[in-house]
């Protein structure tokens, strides 16, 4: 696929919320847009990067300025390494040391899942924002978990 061809599926799939492009295609479980070209999965940040700022050096991570891992808006991306990425995390509140325990309530069970299903936010930002493990995030929004109760009723799920 060709530099045009692929700028122009980043622009379908792409839903502008705020100032972040959203994409709207598949996600993996960190919430990151991935796509898949002559049989190679590639992270949509990294790709929209590399077509809107250059190349990638080796080694060198993509960071997120609006933490927002389903964000492909290239102004929003900057080169990073582990360290610059550790380091930011812990400056916006973003970094964990130890275990999180938090009790979910029916209505931030549907939040989750109307927030994940539109797009605003990624499994990692809201395991962040509700103060659990990513995992059970994921048990929420693809209903292994909520699933008989009122939590589930006209809320969509999968990711």
């Known amino acids: 696929m060709n530099q045009e061809a692929i700028r122009k599926k980043l622009d379908r799939k792409a839903k502008r919320v705020n100032a972040c492009w959203i994409w709207t295609g598949y996600r993996n479980d960190e919430g990151y847009g991935e796509m ?17 700022n ?3 050096p080796e080694k060198a991570l993509v960071c997120h300025s609006c933490d927002n ?3 492909i808006e290239p102004t929003h991306l900057f080169l990073g390494n582990d360290k610059i990425n550790s380091d930011d995390k812990i400056k ?3 970094f964990r040391n130890g275990p999180i325990k938090k009790r979910l309530t029916i209505d931030e069970v549907c939040a989750i899942r109307k927030d994940y299903s539109q797009g605003i936010e990624s499994q990692v930002k809201l395991a962040s924002k509700y103060q659990v ?3 059970h995030i994921r048990r929420i929004i693809n209903n292994y978990c909520w699933k008989d109760n009122e939590a589930s009723r006209d809320i969509p799920t999968g990711g």
Do not use: Q, V
Not at 36 to 52: A, I, T
């Open 36 to 52: 898949r070209m002559n049989k190679k999965r590639y992270k949509l940040h990294r790709l929209s990067y590399e077509l809107f």
């Open 54 to 56: 250059g190349a990638i």
């Open 69 to 71: 891992p389903s964000c």
């Open 92 to 94: 916006k509140g973003r």
């Open 133 to 135: 493990h990513k995992r």
